[in-house]
């Protein structure tokens, strides 16, 4: 199979591909399936059409600097993010204008944009990429039910995914599997699969008469109002054409295809991360998700022998098509409240804690390391991803898992709805995953796969000169070693997080001492995680998951109560222990 697109050169004469418009045309409408290669959608659209319209529309809520958000961005997606999406765009256009079109970038509330692009147009078929979210099912409607009443033809192909959702929801009865291997069964071969897709376009009609709709190219960062703000270096570019770069580097190497364990690989590695790092790309559909998995069968196809679902590389795909299928079939599936399949559980509400966490000021370098890595690229391992998201809720600080969530969907230049959703019911031990017992450590987990910190020292390069017996629990280094790599804890980086505050105000013998029992404040906020997420299930349970805001606060009420309660007990069983 190629992996590259089959592009002719640009018509020379058309140095701004717009057309008077005197016969049929259509519009192509893209949100995600920012590419050429493997898209229905665009197919249909140029197929007997004279003039076709590849229309993309700003859409200010996502796009305009909010300068209330705790990062640079939008409302809604943070600068990384809006980054990449305006790359993809770039690249996206340059492709179109190699083929005698070019990319219509129009500005405003997206369904009132294209109402009016409808009406000005005279188009007889409008084309777009099926979106399961819940945001474009609303638009779609709106856009679909105008389109039908004025004798428009829609043509909306489910080509974001392996399988339509709708498709496997109704061969279970009309709701969605819940189990990874139930949608496995359901789902089967994908039909499409034995069959060649669409790689390569040779042409596009032109684009027609735009009328009096204002037109622009691409924006910049600086075009939308951001100005001139400082970016990080990020080593991931938005694209088509970098994305199909990247999948040709990945299945290259055969054997690493054909071995590669999900559970394994090394969340630390970053100059060279250990997975293809193709989710961005999959996200906004620069690289369709058939045409990968139609790539990695041609690999398995050549091996003797490969790993196979939940753990090999098309198994993330398919992971991926289990989430997108669940969300679609589950009402209120982004949140805790109306939710059928989410545990309902009484998660302490703390904006510090919270704000630690978010702003890598926890304490526990391994957890800091990646909240860094994710504010300045915008991507991490999964495992990277799986850690943080433990230390959140059920690992240490007992919070919301929404409030996780946001913060993901604000950072990841990946973030999609359906799959960080999942994510984090998941990590929560909220829904699919229920075995609270097992807990990402702060310290351990990271120091597996990274003993000499090398992670850390270039995420957190205050830790740069901590000695590595001690980067992953720089508190317990001793004052001169901390003087010596030049980073005294509670001064140059933080404590860990509730270490009690009095240690800023005590002898430096008494602060060594009192620094310690961090480790302490690790294992024993685990075990009141634990406890806490027990007795929440277990009323989950006598209430078969029907639990009312009253039942809530109760339990709630009850949990603090104990924990209250725990510190006078252990000192009385000391004190009886004394005296025996």
């Given at each position: 199979?190629?992996?590259?697109?089959?592009?002719?050169?640009?018509?020379?004469?058309?140095?701004?591909?717009?057309?008077?418009?005197?016969?049929?045309?259509?519009?192509?409408?893209?949100?995600?399936?920012?590419?050429?290669?493997?898209?229905?959608?665009?197919?249909?659209?140029?197929?007997?059409?004279?003039?076709?319209?590849?229309?993309?529309?700003?859409?200010?809520?996502?796009?305009?600097?909010?300068?209330?958000?705790?990062?640079?961005?939008?409302?809604?997606?943070?600068?990384?993010?809006?980054?990449?999406?305006?790359?993809?765009?770039?690249?996206?256009?340059?492709?179109?204008?190699?083929?005698?079109?070019?990319?219509?970038?129009?500005?405003?509330?997206?369904?009132?944009?294209?109402?009016?692009?409808?009406?000005?147009?005279?188009?007889?078929?409008?084309?777009?990429?099926?979106?399961?979210?819940?945001?474009?099912?609303?638009?779609?409607?709106?856009?679909?039910?105008?389109?039908?009443?004025?004798?428009?033809?829609?043509?909306?192909?489910?080509?974001?995914?392996?399988?339509?959702?709708?498709?496997?929801?109704?061969?279970?009865?009309?709701?969605?599997?819940?189990?990874?291997?139930?949608?496995?069964?359901?789902?089967?071969?994908?039909?499409?699969?034995?069959?060649?897709?669409?790689?390569?376009?040779?042409?596009?009609?032109?684009?027609?008469?735009?009328?009096?709709?204002?037109?622009?190219?691409?924006?910049?960062?600086?075009?939308?109002?951001?100005?001139?703000?400082?970016?990080?270096?990020?080593?991931?570019?938005?694209?088509?054409?970098?994305?199909?770069?990247?999948?040709?580097?990945?299945?290259?190497?055969?054997?690493?295809?054909?071995?590669?364990?999900?559970?394994?690989?090394?969340?630390?590695?970053?100059?060279?991360?250990?997975?293809?790092?193709?989710?961005?790309?999959?996200?906004?559909?620069?690289?369709?998700?058939?045409?990968?998995?139609?790539?990695?069968?041609?690999?398995?196809?050549?091996?003797?022998?490969?790993?196979?679902?939940?753990?090999?590389l098309a198994g993330q795909l398919l992971?991926?098509?289990?989430?997108?299928?669940?969300?679609?079939?589950?009402?209120?599936?982004?949140?805790?409240?109306?939710?059928?399949?989410?545990?309902?559980?009484?998660?302490?509400?703390?904006?510090?804690?919270?704000?630690?966490?978010?702003?890598?000021?926890?304490?526990?370098?391994?957890?800091?390391?990646?909240?860094?890595?994710?504010?300045?690229?915008?991507?991490m391992h999964h495992l990277a991803r799986?850690?943080?998201?433990?230390?959140?809720?059920?690992?240490?600080?007992?919070?919301?898992?929404?409030?996780?969530?946001?913060?993901?969907?604000?950072?990841?230049?990946?973030?999609?709805?359906?799959?960080?959703?999942?994510?984090?019911?998941?990590?929560?031990?909220?829904?699919?995953?229920?075995?609270?017992?097992?807990?990402?450590?702060?310290?351990?987990?990271?120091?597996?796969?990274?003993?000499?910190?090398?992670?850390?020292?270039?995420?957190?390069?205050?830790?740069?000169?901590?000695?590595?017996?001690?980067?992953?629990?720089?508190?317990?280094?001793?004052?001169?070693?901390?003087?010596?790599?030049?980073?005294?804890?509670?001064?140059?980086?933080?404590?860990?997080?509730?270490?009690?505050?009095?240690?800023?105000?005590?002898?430096?013998?008494?602060?060594?001492?009192?620094?310690?029992?961090?480790?302490?404040?690790?294992?024993?906020?685990?075990?009141?995680?634990?406890?806490?997420?027990?007795?929440?299930?277990?009323?989950?349970?006598?209430?078969?998951?029907?639990?009312?805001?009253?039942?809530?606060?109760?339990?709630?009420?009850?949990?603090?109560?104990?924990?209250?309660?725990?510190?006078?007990?252990?000192?009385?069983?000391?004190?009886?222990?004394?005296?025996?």
């Open positions: 199979m190629q992996l590259s697109l089959c592009l002719s050169k640009p018509a020379q004469h058309l140095k701004n591909p717009i057309m008077a418009a005197s016969g049929s045309g259509s519009i192509m409408w893209f949100r995600k399936g920012l590419r050429i290669h493997d898209n229905p959608a665009l197919e249909y659209a140029s197929k007997g059409s004279d003039f076709v319209y590849p229309v993309f529309v700003i859409d200010p809520h996502y796009m305009e600097p909010d300068p209330k958000a705790f990062s640079p961005g939008s409302r809604l997606a943070g600068l990384n993010r809006i980054r990449f999406l305006l790359e993809s765009l770039v690249d996206l256009d340059t492709s179109l204008k190699k083929l005698g079109s070019r990319l219509l970038i129009l500005k405003g509330e997206p369904g009132q944009v294209l109402i009016r692009c409808l009406k000005e147009w005279g188009v007889k078929k409008l084309c777009f990429e099926y979106d399961t979210d819940p945001y474009y099912q609303a638009l779609d409607i709106r856009v679909k039910e105008y389109a039908s009443a004025a004798g428009i033809e829609v043509f909306s192909p489910v080509s974001h995914t392996l399988f339509n959702p709708a498709d496997i929801i109704q061969r279970n009865g009309g709701k969605p599997p819940l189990t990874y291997q139930s949608f496995l069964k359901l789902a089967g071969q994908p039909s499409w699969a034995s069959s060649p897709l669409l790689t390569s376009i040779s042409s596009l009609p032109p684009v027609g008469d735009v009328g009096s709709c204002e037109i622009s190219e691409v924006p910049t960062i600086k075009d939308l109002g951001y100005g001139d703000i400082e970016q990080e270096w990020i080593p991931f570019r938005g694209g088509e054409s970098e994305a199909l770069k990247r999948l040709k580097e990945s299945i290259s190497d055969k054997e690493w295809v054909a071995n590669f364990e999900k559970p394994k690989g090394n969340p630390s590695a970053f100059v060279k991360p250990a997975t293809t790092v193709l989710s961005p790309y999959l996200k906004f559909g620069c690289l369709s998700s058939r045409y990968f998995y139609q790539c990695l069968q041609d690999v398995y196809k050549n091996v003797q022998k490969h790993t196979s679902p939940p753990v090999s992971w991926r098509d289990f989430f997108y299928t669940v969300a679609f079939g589950t009402p209120n599936f982004d949140r805790m409240e109306g939710n059928k399949l989410c545990k309902q559980i009484p998660w302490n509400d703390d904006d510090e804690l919270l704000a630690a966490w978010r702003e890598a000021r926890t304490g526990y370098p391994w957890i800091d390391a990646i909240m860094v890595q994710l504010r300045k690229w915008g991507w799986h850690s943080v998201a433990c230390f959140l809720t059920r690992g240490d600080l007992f919070l919301h898992w929404e409030r996780g969530r946001d913060v993901f969907e604000r950072l990841l230049i990946d973030s999609d709805w359906a799959i960080n959703n999942g994510n984090w019911l998941w990590l929560s031990c909220s829904s699919f995953f229920y075995q609270y017992n097992r807990i990402y450590s702060p310290i351990s987990f990271g120091k597996k796969y990274d003993p000499n910190g090398d992670y850390i020292r270039h995420f957190l390069p205050v830790l740069k000169d901590m000695p590595k017996e001690y980067i992953y629990e720089p508190w317990t280094a001793p004052p001169g070693i901390q003087r010596k790599a030049k980073c005294i804890i509670g001064r140059d980086y933080p404590k860990p997080v509730d270490l009690p505050c009095i240690c800023m105000q005590l002898g430096v013998i008494l602060i060594f001492t009192l620094m310690l029992v961090s480790v302490v404040y690790h294992d024993s906020a685990s075990k009141e995680c634990k406890r806490k997420l027990a007795e929440a299930y277990a009323l989950n349970q006598k209430l078969n998951g029907q639990l009312s805001q009253e039942d809530l606060d109760n339990l709630r009420r009850k949990l603090e109560q104990d924990e209250d309660l725990e510190p006078k007990i252990r000192r009385q069983r000391q004190k009886v222990g004394h005296l025996t």
